[in-house]
């Protein structure tokens, strides 16, 4: 008993908390930039990097994972059409978890939307959180 207590915690401070009693989701990222051009994607976690992939238009990548127990899973894309980079929190659990098991975002020039059933909805690229200063 001690011995699983004393493994349960560390899985927990080593932030490998997870819980096979979550419901398994994914990611689908599609190539849907307007005028048809390649999309690069590199999409990561803190734990897992799913690497860069170049899609065609209206191909795709996806992948799937296990949510973690404490609900923290993040995993953020930078993408580039050749109009310069941006970045989109993909999957945010406490955003995600409830909303879509196969979360499918279709990349547009304005921001990613993420088809559903119910309703599309469209989101704007995240805002850059630092300045890469130049220094002389």
Partial sequence: MLFLLWTTLLAICHGSA??????PSAVT????????????VHCKSKDDDIGVHI????QNIRWGFRPDF?????????????EG???FDIYVESRDYDRCKDCRWLIKK???CLTN???DSCHYWNKKKYVVERRE
Avoid at 75 to 82: P, Q
Wanted: aromatic content about 12%; proline content about 14%.
């Fill in 110 to 112: 304005g921001g990613p």
């Fill in 117 to 119: 059933p119910e309703r």
């Fill in 85 to 87: 980079l941006h970045w």
């Fill in 55 to 58: 899609l065609p238009p209206h």
């Fill in 18 to 23: 997870i819980d096979p009693r979550r419901k």
């Fill in 70 to 82: 404490f609900g923290r899973t993040l995993f953020f894309c930078a993408m580039d059409w050749g």
């Fill in 29 to 40: 990222v599609i190539n849907e930039v307007e005028g048809g051009p390649k999309l690069m």
